[in-house]
Protein backbone atom coordinates (compact mmCIF):
# COMPACT_ATOMS: atom_id res chain seq x y z
CA UNK A 1 0.00 0.00 0.00
CA UNK A 2 2.63 2.64 1.08
CA UNK A 3 5.25 1.40 -2.06
CA UNK A 4 1.76 2.30 -4.24
CA UNK A 5 1.68 6.09 -2.69
CA UNK A 6 5.12 6.23 -3.27
CA UNK A 7 5.27 5.23 -6.86
CA UNK A 8 1.79 7.57 -7.03
CA UNK A 9 4.60 10.62 -5.53
CA UNK A 10 7.60 9.77 -8.54
CA UNK A 11 4.83 9.72 -11.29
CA UNK A 12 3.31 12.90 -10.16
CA UNK A 13 6.71 14.52 -8.73
CA UNK A 14 7.84 13.68 -12.65
CA UNK A 15 4.46 15.02 -14.29
CA UNK A 16 3.81 18.27 -12.47
CA UNK A 17 7.07 20.07 -13.47
CA UNK A 18 5.45 19.65 -17.40
CA UNK A 19 2.22 20.78 -16.29
CA UNK A 20 3.00 23.91 -13.99
CA UNK A 21 5.40 24.54 -17.45
CA UNK A 22 2.30 24.54 -19.32
CA UNK A 23 0.82 26.30 -16.64
CA UNK A 24 3.22 29.15 -17.29
CA UNK A 25 2.54 29.30 -20.59
CA UNK A 26 -0.96 29.96 -20.64
CA UNK A 27 -0.16 32.80 -18.18
CA UNK A 28 2.07 34.04 -20.49
CA UNK A 29 -0.23 33.85 -23.19
CA UNK A 30 -2.84 35.68 -21.08
CA UNK A 31 -0.82 38.81 -20.12
CA UNK A 32 0.53 39.11 -23.44
CA UNK A 33 -3.50 39.42 -24.68
CA UNK A 34 -3.75 41.83 -21.75
CA UNK A 35 -0.60 43.63 -22.58
CA UNK A 36 -2.16 46.22 -25.41
CA UNK A 37 -5.54 46.67 -23.71
CA UNK A 38 -5.54 50.54 -23.90
CA UNK A 39 -6.83 51.82 -20.46
CA UNK A 40 -7.01 55.40 -18.82
CA UNK A 41 -5.24 56.61 -15.31
CA UNK A 42 -6.25 59.88 -13.56
CA UNK A 43 -4.00 61.91 -11.82
CA UNK A 44 -5.26 61.29 -8.22
CA UNK A 45 -7.27 58.66 -8.45
CA UNK A 46 -6.01 54.43 -7.63
CA UNK A 47 -8.24 53.26 -10.35
CA UNK A 48 -8.03 52.52 -14.30
CA UNK A 49 -10.88 53.58 -17.01
CA UNK A 50 -12.04 52.45 -20.26
CA UNK A 51 -12.22 55.75 -22.48
CA UNK A 52 -15.25 57.88 -21.80
CA UNK A 53 -15.50 57.07 -18.27
CA UNK A 54 -17.45 60.03 -16.20
CA UNK A 55 -14.19 60.00 -13.60
CA UNK A 56 -12.28 60.69 -16.74
CA UNK A 57 -13.75 64.22 -16.91
CA UNK A 58 -10.62 66.13 -14.90
CA UNK A 59 -7.81 64.16 -16.18
CA UNK A 60 -6.88 61.25 -18.24
CA UNK A 61 -3.27 59.37 -18.63
CA UNK A 62 -3.26 57.08 -21.61
CA UNK A 63 -2.14 53.63 -20.21
CA UNK A 64 -1.91 49.69 -20.53
CA UNK A 65 -3.77 47.31 -18.69
CA UNK A 66 -0.74 46.20 -17.70
CA UNK A 67 0.75 49.00 -16.97
CA UNK A 68 -1.33 50.35 -14.87
CA UNK A 69 -1.99 46.99 -12.62
CA UNK A 70 1.97 46.63 -12.39
CA UNK A 71 1.81 50.53 -10.97
CA UNK A 72 -1.20 49.28 -8.46
CA UNK A 73 -4.42 50.47 -10.26
CA UNK A 74 -7.45 48.99 -10.14
CA UNK A 75 -10.25 48.11 -12.24
CA UNK A 76 -13.00 51.06 -11.86
CA UNK A 77 -16.61 49.36 -10.48
CA UNK A 78 -18.29 52.05 -12.62
CA UNK A 79 -16.66 51.44 -16.52
CA UNK A 80 -15.69 47.85 -15.85
CA UNK A 81 -12.35 47.79 -17.64
ZN1 LIG B 1 -14.15 54.24 -14.73
Redesign the pocket.
Known sequence: MYKRILYLFLVFGFLLPAASGVQGRAVAYTATQQKDTVV?ITKTGA????TG????SRSQIKTTKKEAVKNGYG???????
Do not use: F
Open positions: YKYHRCRYLACKVCGP
